[in-house]
Every structure is written in structure tokens, then in C-alpha cells.
């Protein structure tokens, strides 16, 4: 085998779908809805206002299809200045607590990667403590992005990729981005068999305080249930054996992004104007976000003419600047939930990973992104059953991703001048990715003699 080498109420306008039933969008009228007219959008906004002609049925739904347009129109106002986007208007999943493979949990499985399909983005309608836990971080979250930029700059660790990024480090195409960070990674202590066998990417996660980790950590460990019952979920709707998606996700190499925007005239003049993050795909299996009310994602819908694999080659930068994005407009008490190169090669393309960028907006923007991620470990493999009848290419039958390599050369990539990238060149740790232990789930490493 060759591995490739890869270097409870709802907002207005939202259906909500359990596993217990598709709710009828009957109920909406019959008005066939696209974009919103655009009347009311503000000065300065640039939408690209979708319209479809009215099917003119009974008056009495003509009422709640015209306030599903005026609600589209309200999140279309907090499009940042200066792009030109449809708004996306998206169902809201609720998972069910258990996941038990009924008939209802398969049904929502199908309509899960339906909308992936279709959309690139699902919405999962957040319960009463995942709001608690979100605005638990949020507030965490603030706190930390106020402190003085030398505290802040104190949070680096030399051997994993954790802790602080200042607006300007992090590199996206060749371009800085604005974007303010705190990654979090897997926090492996100093004796940790695989941080002193000095594998890449691991090392401790440089904390300032434990006001900043007790609520961040209790919010991504209930993510990473989240994550791990939308893969269940996900495993019926491809007609794939229960484990196909989870086996890859034990001893899961999950991260999260905690960050911050800066208002559109608030930079350090270091990147583009208006360009939070630059257009790119994420590494792994999802990305569970959350963001506050003022608004800056934008994604784009899988295209039969739009090809990438950035496992193979760079995506950054992918048609940042050309038509057909849509905007992610901020709704309250949602995760919005994308998809990673990994889901992308597994599926063989069946799924794709999910371009998305941010903007910025006149205020500055707080989000998370939790991304649920296979093994350091893991050795991926094509899917060679379900997934709508695809099945890997005979030619590429040996190939696989190491999803260890991968991360890291990503990384490497974003942060080229960053001390982990330095480090981990300057002591070849890069070279150890070959190494047998690095591509066995659930091995541990001897430490190595100092």
C-alpha cells in the first residue's frame, strides 16, 4: 500500500427536522421563495437578491411566506460591507439524544447528507446546556482577546500548534489573514509517552488561566459528543456499516479555534482589506461552529465544476473572489456543521469538503470552530461501499491519507514562521511521520533517550 503524499422556538424562517418526522413545508405556502426582494437592504450592502416568480395558493399562506422573506432580508443585513452573496437560508436539525439506528434515526441520516449535498452546511438546533456552554465560552472567550497582547503572546507552546495566533500570523493563500486565535489541541503533558517521543503536533496546550479552560473544555468535550452522534447519523444516511465513519475517530486528534474578528476599520493593516480568513477548506471529518450575532461566513455549494482535493493539492484561496458564495447569516441557538477533506476522501467525493471564508464585519466578530477529526494515528481509506453506488477508482485502490501528515503539513503551511514550525523542522520531527507507531491507531511510542 502507497499512502499519498500528502504534505423551544426557532428564528422565523427556520424548519426544524427531527428524527421523528420531515415537517412539510406545505405548511409555509406555496410562495416559492428565493432570496428576499431586497427592498430593505441598507446602503452600501452588495447582495445578489435570488428571485423566483410567485405560485400564487390559498391567501392564507401568502402571510407567512412574505414574513419568510422579511426575515430573510433581516439576516442579509448583516452582511459585511463590500461582498456579494446570496443568503442562505437553511433547515435546523435536532439530533435525537440517543442514537439507536430506528427507522427516524436512519431517516435523518438521509436527510442529513442530502442537505450536505446539496447545501454544504446543516444547521443542528443547539439544546439548553449546549446554549449555556456556548455563551459559557463566549464570555471565556472575550475575557481572554482583551488581556494585553503580551499575555496573550505568552500562550505558545514550541511543540504543538496550541495557543495563541495574533491577526496577521496566520497565512491563507500567501495573504494574511486578520483573524485572531486561540487553537485548542489534544493537551498532552511533558511525560506523555508521545510528547517525549517528540512526535509532531503534540505538546502541551499553553492555557493562560483556568477561567479561560474550565468553560472552554466543557463546551468542546459536549461537542465532541455532538460530533460523534452526527457521524453515527451519517453512517445511515451513506448506507455504510455502523463504525465506517467512527472507527477513525478513536483517540480523535480534535482541535478547536477560538476567534476573534476585528472590525472591518480596526486592523493592523497586515491583510486585505475586508478578508478575515481567506477562502480554504478544513483537514478532517467536520467542523461544528458557532458565531455571535454580528455575522462573516460565507461558504460555497458543491459544483459539479468545481474540483479540488487538498489533500493532494493547496485549496486555499479556492474561487475566493468569483461568484456563487453564499453568506451564513448568524441565527441564535444553531451549530452550523461543514465538512473536511477527510469526509471528502472517504466518501469519494460523494461528500465534499466545504469552501468557506470570512468577512469583516463593523463590529468585531466572536466564533468557535470544534473540528472532529480522525486519529494522528489514522491511516484513511476510500469507502468502498454505499456512498450513492461511488466506489474508489481501481488505480487508487493502495493509495491512502495519513491524517497525521496531513494536519501537520497544513499547518506548516498557515504558519510558516510560527516557533512549533521551526522546532519541528530544526529537530526533524517531520521525518518521524513515516514511522510505523505514527500509523497505528492506538500504538504507543518508547521515549526517547535525551
Not at 426582494?37 to 399562506?61: C, D, E, H, L
Amino acid at each position: 500500500m502507497s499512502c499519498l503524499a500528502t504534505r423551544p422556538l426557532l428564528p422565523l424562517g427556520r424548519r426544524l427536522i427531527t428524527s421523528r418526522a420531515r415537517l412539510s413545508t406545505a405548511a409555509l405556502g406555496s410562495l416559492d421563495i428565493g432570496s428576499g426582494n431586497g427592498m430593505s437592504m441598507p446602503p452600501g450592502f452588495n447582495i445578489n437578491v435570488a428571485r423566483k416568480q410567485p405560485r400564487i395558493q390559498p391567501p392564507t399562506n401568502i402571510a407567512a411566506a412574505a414574513e419568510k422573506i422579511r426575515t430573510r432580508d433581516d439576516l442579509g443585513k448583516t452582511m459585511p460591507p463590500g461582498y456579494k452573496a446570496q443568503v442562505a437560508h437553511l433547515d435546523t436539525f435536532q439530533l435525537p439524544e440517543k442514537i439507536t439506528g430506528s427507522a427516524s434515526d436512519r431517516a435523518l441520516g438521509k436527510a442529513i447528507i442530502d442537505t450536505w449535498r446539496r447545501e454544504g452546511i446543516i444547521q443542528i438546533a443547539q439544546n439548553d446546556l449546549q446554549k449555556k456552554l456556548w455563551n459559557d465560552a463566549k464570555t471565556a472567550s472575550k475575557r481572554f482577546f482583551r488581556k494585553p497582547a503580551a499575555e496573550k503572546a505568552a500562550c505558545v507552546d514550541s511543540q504543538s500548534y496550541a495557543g495563541y495566533i495574533a491577526s496577521g500570523e496566520e497565512v491563507t493563500d500567501g495573504i494574511a489573514d486578520y483573524s485572531e486565535i486561540f487553537t485548542i489541541t489534544k493537551d498532552l503533558d511533558l511525560e506523555e509517552p508521545r510528547v517525549r517521543a517528540k512526535w509532531p503536533c503534540h505538546g502541551p496546550c499553553p492555557w493562560p488561566d483556568v477561567e479561560m479552560k474550565e468553560p472552554m473544555m466543557n463546551y468542546v468535550d459536549n461537542l465532541g459528543l455532538e460530533g460523534e452522534k452526527i457521524l453515527q447519523l451519517a453512517e445511515f444516511g451513506l448506507d455504510v456499516a455502523p463504525g465506517t465513519l467512527t472507527q477513525y475517530t478513536r483517540d480523535g486528534w480534535h482541535h478547536t479555534r477560538v476567534l476573534r474578528f476585528p472590525p472591518r476599520n480596526g486592523t493592523n493593516g497586515k491583510g486585505k482589506e475586508g478578508r478575515g480568513i481567506g477562502s480554504h477548506t478544513d483537514y478532517g471529518l467536520l467542523v461544528i461552529a458557532a458565531q455571535d450575532d454580528v455575522g462573516g461566513l460565507f461558504i460555497r455549494r458543491p459544483r459539479d465544476d468545481e474540483k479540488f482535493a487538498n489533500w493532494k493539492k493547496s485549496a486555499a484561496g479556492h474561487k475566493e473572489d468569483a461568484e456563487g458564495w453564499f453568506y451564513v447569516p448568524p441565527v441564535d441557538g444553531v451549530h452550523t456543521v461543514i465538512l473536511g477533506d477527510m469526509m471528502q476522501y472517504l466518501t469519494n467525493n460523494y461528500l465534499t469538503a466545504t469552501p468557506h471564508k470570512v468577512g469583516l464585519n463593523t463590529r468585531e466578530r466572536f466564533a468557535m470552530a470544534y473540528f472532529h477529526e480522525p486519529s494522528f494515528q489514522a491511516v484513511i481509506k476510500p469507502i468502498n461501499e454505499g456512498c450513492g453506488g461511488m466506489r474508489a477508482d481501481p488505480e487508487q485502490s493502495d493509495e491512502c491519507v495519513h491524517y497525521g501528515t496531513h494536519f501537520t503539513n497544513m499547518f506548516m503551511r498557515n504558519y510558516p514562521d510560527r516557533i512549533t514550525t521551526k522546532r519541528l523542522l530544526a529537530e526533524n520531527r517531520y521525518e518521524k511521520l513515516s514511522k510505523p507507531e505514527l500509523r497505528t491507531m492506538d500504538a504507543i511510542p518508547e521515549p526517547e533517550l535525551d
